[in-house]
């Protein structure tokens, strides 16, 4: 019975949420498109089969039109170079050149009984919909983040053969990309997302993302259609992540439809580890009820925790609706995450602090813009992407207010690996009015009552909490980034819509409320956004809880050459009078300067060179960031929310991995600063510390501290052994004479470890340190370490590596392993790293472990080049 439990959650794990017992299907292919302006017909003559589409070209769907374009070759890639700046822009063509026929043809014939939907998940921006030469809306469909759903059941053809035909508006108005944040601002005046228009980090999306962005499905019925199941788990009390727990509470309801004129009785039902529990209804004619079904007591439960913390079970579920003839109407299958979400206020920091199942949880976050800027999303990537930040041993993610209430794969990728989701309603200071800005249209008074139409804002947010409020992950509601919603969405929303459609998360008023964290140092309770002296992340206070705090994110030099053309590969040149030298690509791409920070390690002699010294930059950055915020845990904070860790675009700035998903060194940094037991060295008083965020006491740890001075002589400082309670920070061993004395001429490396009672590591940190000048000159003499490597594939889509520093050389300093295809030696991706970017003392090895997605078109090899590693690749041994 067991094995068929773990047999049922791995088919739903591989099965889109769509599905629902093969009834239902998507509209994925075979669309077709044509521009208004060379399509003079109505829809209700587009949309009969006979209708030519002889002249039409092939569209994306879901998709946008720029993406149709794109696919067409109409256009160049707008994320290469400045390619971008060759697409005409929306304000200047006006709304006609953006606005699209859209046609696909398909087969249905419905059944005797059975009813058939046709669904929307995302349209942007309003559209009219035909179905075999009849208008489908009988009312304007308009607004980004609403689903609609049809009954197309008398509009289909006998034979079989039907075409759907959409004319898609873009927004309006559609914004002046005039250089602000979010351009002109206008772009907010509608219910859509509002980057679009431009922003400190991204160019403006051409087309403003018109289109058919999200799924189109077919659904079949019975009479009777079961829609937005709500479940609510109840965890009470205080629980421990491992052993038996006591019983927890499910909740159930749903929405039923009977779409006939007579009154229908049945039965719903649903099922959870292996229990059933039912409810006999009788639903009037053509009405919509809302159905509660008995509680259920889960004994013994396994639950959902965050990451790091513990497991991320999932129950697999099915609800139904059963006929008075015991036929299944209608079902709906979910993944349910047993765990509850409190909050409570620390006086001490000051700030609110979140729990997860009675155990408060140190919020180690991610800001998320989107996971592509033109709304390419595939689960494939959602699943990448979170994986990333699972790795990097975060545990929320934080879904940023100009852009979009995300889709349910980004959740179900949050579910599985364990990242507490806080997501903003569609609003931004920037747009919306909280300061003077000259760059936009109206004044802050108009701005502070965008979007226009209050109305389609809060039927949105309705329809959008409706569609995500089932998984684990989310865990916080937030009303807008950096600003409140008017008061008459927003008093909605907080004291009625939320209260009545979810009722078990914490809801913020905006991304850094006082409510959220007293930002008692005064401004807007977020950042800095750049290059900070790694001893203020340790020494100087900021918010409590900051929602936007982050530092660079250039990628190295193979990702660069992604996106840069070859004549623009040229590294900024940093003068201190303020005057750097900037190619206008990496301009237009955003870039941050790095300025007197590469300039330690020596100045860059081109820009390979810059790409490598900056990634010693990013994981210093990142690690003292998360290090120094952990260094007060429960004392000066909460947690912190970095901006940020992704770009939907070929930015230049913060961002752990690129847009085609490579890591970079920032990654690893994170990796290393967050991890659940961490030891680490805090710069401004010399201490060695230990953090624990995690559940588990630690008992029994022996703490080594070791230098290496740069020929590979090693210095123990101590080793003693230690213990640290759960969620903990704690000071032990202050090294800074010793420190003082060992780098004074040339710098060194600082080994940290705490090691098990047989005597395997259970965190390992390594610094790299400047001399008395504040440079790295012994790293600028580091004498070539030549390393072993090793690596052999272990299962499929696995491969161990090892990598052995043979005594009597340096360390082997700060080495990049690769996934590379064995004939072009170009890297592949998306690929997940135990670690990366590693330092390895003279006479020691280390194991990483790589895994992929084998496919039958590359054969792997192993790349590993390191700051005194000479590039060497490996074949994988196939035992």
């Known amino acids: 019975m067991k094995f068929l439990n773990y047999l049922l959650i791995a088919l739903l794990l591989t099965i889109p949420f769509w599905t629902k017992a093969q009834r239902q299907y998507e509209l994925n292919t075979g669309w077709q498109c044509s521009p208004i302006t060379k399509t003079k017909d109505a829809g209700l003559a587009i949309s009969v089969p006979t209708y030519s589409l002889s002249s039409w070209l092939p569209a994306v769907v879901p998709g946008t039109v720029l993406t149709t374009m794109l696919a067409n070759k109409q256009v160049p890639d707008p994320f290469y170079g400045m390619n971008n700046n060759k697409i005409p822009d929306i304000y200047t063509t006006g709304r006609d050149y953006y606005t699209y026929w859209f046609a696909k043809d398909f087969q249905e014939v419905p059944k005797a009984g059975e009813q058939v939907w046709l669904n929307f998940r ?138 006939s004129a007579t009154r229908q009785t049945g039965v719903v039902r649903y099922t959870l580890n292996g229990q059933i529990v ?27 925790w965050p990451a790091g913390y513990g497991e991320q079970h999932l129950y697999p579920m099915n609800i139904q609706f059963l006929a008075g003839d015991k036929a299944v109407s209608d079902e709906e299958n979910l993944l349910v995450g047993v765990r509850e979400i409190q909050t409570e206020w620390n006086s001490t920091t000051r700030s609110r602090q979140i729990l997860v199942n009675g155990q408060k949880v140190f919020i180690k976050g991610a800001n998320w813009i989107v996971s592509d800027a033109m709304l390419r999303f595939t689960p494939e990537r959602y699943n990448a992407e979170i994986r990333f930040h699972r790795d990097m041993n975060l545990n929320l993610i934080r879904i940023w207010g100009g852009a979009l209430s995300e889709r349910p794969e980004f959740y179900q990728a949050c579910d599985k690996y364990g990242l507490l989701v806080m997501q903003d309603f569609w609003g931004s200071g920037d747009c919306n009015g909280r300061w003077v800005d000259p760059m936009k249209k109206e004044d802050q008074w108009t701005r502070r009552n965008y979007p226009d139409d209050h109305g389609l804002f809060l039927t949105s947010a309705i329809d959008q909490i409706k569609m ?98 070859r004549e623009n590969l040229v590294a900024p040149i940093y003068a201190k009078n303020g005057k750097s030298q900037v190619d206008s690509v990496w301009d237009y791409h955003k870039y941050i300067g790095y300025d007197a920070s590469i300039d330690p390690y020596g100045k860059a002699t081109d820009v390979r060179d810059f790409a490598r010294k900056a990634q010693l930059v990013n994981y210093d950055q990142y690690r003292a960031l998360m290090e120094g915020f952990s260094s007060h845990m429960w004392d000066w904070y909460t947690g912190t929310i970095i901006w940020k860790t992704q770009n939907p675009w070929t930015a230049l700035r913060g961002q752990m991995y690129d847009y085609y998903l490579d890591p970079n060194a920032c990654l690893y940094g994170l990796h290393n600063g967050s991890e659940p037991l961490h030891i680490m060295y805090n710069p401004v008083d010399s201490m060695v510390m230990v953090v624990n965020n995690t559940f588990r006491y630690y008992r029994d740890m022996m703490m080594v501290i070791k230098v290496y001075d740069m020929a590979g002589k090693e210095t123990t400082l101590t080793q003693v052994f230690s213990e640290i309670g759960s969620t903990l920070v704690r000071p032990y061993v202050p090294i800074g004479r010793s420190l003082q004395a060992l780098t004074k001429d040339k710098g060194a490396f600082l080994m940290l470890q705490l090691l098990d009672l047989n005597k395997k590591p259970i965190s390992e940190n390594m610094y790299w340190l400047p001399d008395e000048k504040g440079t790295y000159s012994g790293l600028q003499q580091l004498a070539k370490a030549p390393v072993q490597v090793k690596a052999r594939l272990v299962a499929s889509g696995k491969i161990d590596v090892t990598l052995t520093n043979p005594a009597g050389n340096p360390v082997a300093f700060f080495n990049r392993l690769s996934l590379v295809d064995a004939t072009t030696k170009t890297r592949l991706l998306p690929v997940f790293y135990s670690d990366n970017y590693i330092s390895i003392p003279p006479g020691q090895q280390k194991s990483i472990l790589i895994e992929f997605t084998p496919t039958t078109t590359n054969t792997p090899m192993v790349s590993v080049e390191g700051w005194n590693v000479t590039e060497q690749y490996i074949p994988i041994a196939i035992p």
């Open 278 to 304: 039912t409810k006999a209804v009788s639903l009037a004619p053509n009405t919509t009820t809302i159905v509660d079904l008995p509680a259920l007591t889960l004994a013994k439960p396994k639950l959902w």
């Open 122 to 259: 995302g349209i942007n921006y309003s559209c009219d919909v035909f179905l075999n030469g009849q208008q489908v809306n009988k009312r304007p469909f308009v607004g980004m983040f609403l689903r609609q759903s049809f009954n197309i059941t008398s509009l289909l053809r006998k034979d079989g053969k039907n075409r759907l035909a959409v004319i898609v508006h873009p927004p309006d108005p559609v914004g002046n990309p005039n250089g602000g944040q979010g351009g002109d601002g206008t772009i907010a005046k509608n219910v859509a997302h509002q980057y679009v228009a431009g922003w400190d980090w991204i160019q403006p999306i051409r087309d403003r993302n018109t289109g058919i962005w999200d799924k189109v499905t077919i659904e079949k019925t019975g009479t009777v259609n079961l829609k937005n199941p709500h479940v609510v788990t109840i965890v009470p009390g205080k629980r421990l992540s491992d052993g038996l727990q006591q019983p927890a509470t499910v909740r159930v309801s749903a929405e039923l439809e009977n779409t």
């Open 468 to 565: 995500i409020r089932n998984y684990a992950s989310l865990a916080i509601w937030c009303g807008g980034n950096e600003i409140t919603l008017p008061q008459d969405i927003m008093t909605p929303l907080r004291d009625s819509i939320l209260t009545k459609l979810d009722g078990t998360r914490w809801f913020i008023d905006y991304s850094n409320s006082d409510e959220m964290s007293f930002n008692f140092l005064g401004g807007n309770g977020d950042g800095p956004y750049g290059i900070q002296p790694i001893s203020q992340f340790w020494s100087h206070r900021t918010w409590p809880f900051n929602s936007e705090v982050g530092s660079v994110g250039v990628g190295d030099y193979t990702s660069l050459e992604r996106f840069i053309p």
